[in-house]
């Protein structure tokens, strides 16, 4: 299996269109799969978020890594370090209702964007799981959103 810093080269080096495209493949697989296939990226594990997109309304769903901390799911919209925030983090700070899919288990959650020290503890416990974070940060000026996505 390749390392996290082999994954996140790897993403980097992807447009951002590249991304969106292998999303929309993740997303019907982790359905059918429970979350079997494409539920992981190296050790860290993947959920599917609905988001509701701030323009059109409509239910927008993307794969995301992230990290379970007590009952509460924490995701980082840093879209490989691409120059612009992924549509899911927009969508989340237009509107924090949304639903996650964990393998067959639906939820619904609301998200808040972390500041301070809960980001920067947040944002270490990540990295410890996937280590591309650090790099995405690097590659971007924007400031990446820390999510801590609460049960509802």
């Known amino acids: 299996m390749p390392s996290d810093h082999t994954l996140s080269r790897f993403s980097m080096a992807l447009p951002a269109s590249w991304l969106r495209a292998s999303g929309r493949l993740n997303v019907p697989l982790y359905r059918l799969s429970g979350g079997r296939l494409g539920g992981k990226v190296g050790r860290a594990p993947v959920l599917l978020l609905t988001t509701t997109g701030r323009r059109s309304g409509q239910k927008r769903t993307a794969p995301v890594l992230y990290l379970r901390h007590g009952e509460r799911l924490v995701v980082i919209g840093s879209n490989a370090g691409n120059s612009h925030a992924p549509a899911w983090s927009l969508n989340l700070e237009a509107n924090p209702d949304a639903e996650v899919e964990v393998g067959r288990a639906h939820s619904l959650v609301r998200a808040r964007v972390t500041e301070g020290e809960e980001r920067a503890e947040l944002w ?7 280590a ?5 940060d690097a590659k971007t000026a924007r400031d990446i959103a820390v999510f801590v996505l609460e049960p509802r």
């Not at 270490?124 to 996937?130: A, C, D, G, T, V």
């Not at 591309?132 to 995405?136: K, L, Q, R, W």
Request: net charge neutral.
């Open 132 to 136: 591309g974070f650090d790099a995405y």
């Open 124 to 130: 270490r416990l990540m990295n410890q799981q996937y």
